[in-house]
């Protein structure tokens, strides 16, 4: 199976076996991610941590990412169609996946409990989904909680990377676009609504309240997208997270500290019940 439809929108999808009696874990990329660049150096991050821990694995790429669905008309006027954004995103786009996509994604898998693996972006839905149900475990990598003024600094300089020299091989837009089947799609959902003014007072600090699952978060010391104030607010409202900070390491610890990162993650594992 690569592929899942989900209300008429069909997502990429890619599967990674292991033991069928332990719950699985399941993959949330970046803003600006896909299943495959969860691939570094020739090697899945994913697929060592699954070898590593004896579990099978799911990742998927949000609608808009690598081969999946584009947004209809993603720099438009925001809006709904059922389940699905129409148009710019608005800030709760991380919570409609949390709470509704992801929940009909699992459902279709017939997973019931899983272990949530989620890297910045993902890292916020996968916060959002423990909060409101049931899972085994939650591993938040990079996670935003709420928004710093370091985090939109980084996001302007994307869009001034991504709109120099569009066309020039190696630039940061033909590097994106080796991933996304719609590069575009992918960029703007993700850089038009963390600049927009809406955006400012997004804060799910609140709602980390709910999360009861073990809990490890994992950042970078030298993450160029958010400080160790985003540690620490969760922390303050999840008192029982585990956390590990990780030195010489930027926003991605998969491809800055791979090993490191595997390891924190196989010992958080091994001491679920």
């Keep these: 199976m690569n592929r899942i439809e989900i209300e008429g929108v069909g997502l990429e999808l890619a599967h990674i076996p292991g033991a069928s009696n332990r719950a699985p874990l399941l993959f949330l990329h970046e803003g600006l991610g896909s299943v495959s660049m969860w691939q570094q150096r020739g090697q899945l991050w994913p697929a060592e941590v699954c070898a590593a821990t004896g579990r099978a694995g799911w990742m998927y790429s949000r609608r808009g990412y690598g081969q999946s669905d584009p947004v209809e008309d993603v720099r438009g006027v925001p809006r709904s169609n059922g389940l699905w954004h129409v148009g710019r995103h608005e800030p709760d786009y991380m919570h409609r996946e949390a709470n509704e996509v992801l929940p009909q994604l699992l459902e279709q898998l017939g997973i019931e409990c899983p272990i949530l693996v989620g890297h910045s972006d993902g890292a916020t839905i996968a916060l959002l989904h423990a909060a409101r149900h049931a899972v085994t475990g939650c591993v938040a990598i990079a996670p935003h909680v709420f928004v710093e003024h370091v985090s939109l600094t980084a996001i302007a300089q994307a869009k001034a990377l991504f709109e120099a020299l569009p066309h020039d091989e190696g630039s940061f837009r033909q590097r994106l676009a080796r991933h996304h089947r719609d590069v575009d799609n992918a960029f703007w959902q993700w ?15 609140d709602d980390c309240l709910g999360i009861a699952a ?30 590990v900070e990780l030195a010489h390491c930027g926003h991605s610890p998969h491809r800055d500290q791979p090993e490191r990162l595997t390891e924190a993650v196989r010992h958080f594992l091994k001491q679920l019940p």
């Excluded at 850089?191 to 600090?205: H, P, T």
């Design 191 to 205: 850089n038009d609504v963390w600049l927009s003014e809406a955006f400012r007072s997004f804060d799910i600090r």
């Design 214 to 243: 073990p809990l490890l978060l994992v950042q970078g010391v030298d993450d160029e997208y958010g400080s160790m104030a985003q540690l620490r607010a969760i922390e303050s409202t999840v008192p029982h997270a585990v956390t």
